[in-house]
């Protein structure tokens, strides 16, 4: 597969080709997704609840992004990886935020950092896309105003999401994922902007899509969020492998003569 570099992001929506995103957080799932030919992967700050157990996106760090995101990024040779800047992302200051996306581009070799921004902060999207530093947006709803919220909603505000996403086009940014708005303020955002919109919960009409990719393999128990959609089962199966593997140790069945040196 050719790489995958901003420009040709950019060019799949002038094409009008979907864009397929998909997160990951180490270099084996790294690997088995760009094999399945995905377009990009989001080292999402997700992985402070999927991979840590944590409440939410808030404790994760940027040490802990790096980490990810060098182990992702060196699994991927042709997908484009994209690093979420952590809580609290550019509200450190210009200066820290130019260096701390910096560091995830220096250190881990990813090609972009995503930053849950809008037009009230055009200032530090402006800055980090003048020093070289690709941004993704993201829009709507945003996970590390969890808080604010007061859990995780629908974005509904479609005018506030409109100003938003433009400003986010005009600071420099490269794309923009939309989180959980009506599918109907998404499609016609998309129409609004040159820049591909990335949706999650945003309807079929956004330019491309992604999805946290523990949800789409089927890994949590208990129910998805809607906005999801399970293309396998690995949950249940990985618990019946190692229950399997429980048994046969047990039983004295593993390891067997084929797995045994003489
Ligand atoms: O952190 C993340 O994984 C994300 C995606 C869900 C868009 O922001």
Redesign the pocket.
């Given at each position: 597969m050719p790489a995958m570099r901003i420009p040709n992001f950019v060019a799949k929506k002038e094409r009008g080709e979907k864009i397929t995103m998909l997160?990951a957080y180490d270099y084996t799932m790294a690997r088995l997704l760009e094999t399945a030919g995905v377009d990009g992967l989001?080292v999402?700050?997700?992985?402070g609840m999927v991979v840590q157990g944590k409440e939410n996106?808030l404790p994760v760090t940027l040490e802990e992004m790096i980490y990810h995101a060098e182990m992702v990024a060196r699994g991927a040779s042709s997908s484009l990886v994209v690093v979420?800047l952590p809580f609290p992302a550019h509200y450190v200051g210009i200066e820290k935020t130019i260096e701390n996306a910096a560091r995830i581009l220096k250190e881990s070799s990813a090609q972009a950092v995503?930053v849950e921004a809008g037009a009230n902060d055009v200032k530090a999207i402006e800055a980090l896309t003048s020093a070289g530093i690709p941004v993704m947006a993201?829009c709507g709803l945003r996970?590390q105003t969890v808080h604010q919220m007061g859990g995780y909603k629908v974005h509904r505000d479609d005018k506030q999401l409109q100003v938003d996403v433009q400003a986010m086009e005009k600071a420099g940014a490269f794309a923009v994922?939309l989180?959980c708005v009506p599918a109907t303020a998404a499609a016609e955002v998309t129409s609004q902007v040159a820049i591909p919109t990335?949706g999650?919960g945003a309807g079929v009409g956004c330019d491309g899509q992604?999805?946290?990719i523990h949800d789409l393999l089927g890994v949590p128990d208990g129910n998805l969020p809607k906005h999801v959609k399970a293309y396998a089962a690995l949950g249940e199966q990985i618990v019946a492998a190692v229950r399997d593997y429980c048994t046969d140790v047990r039983n004295g069945d593993f390891p067997a003569d084929d797995q045994t040196f003489a």
């Open positions: 997160t989001l999402g700050d997700s992985l996106t979420d995503k993201h996970p994922v989180e990335i999650i992604i999805l946290v």
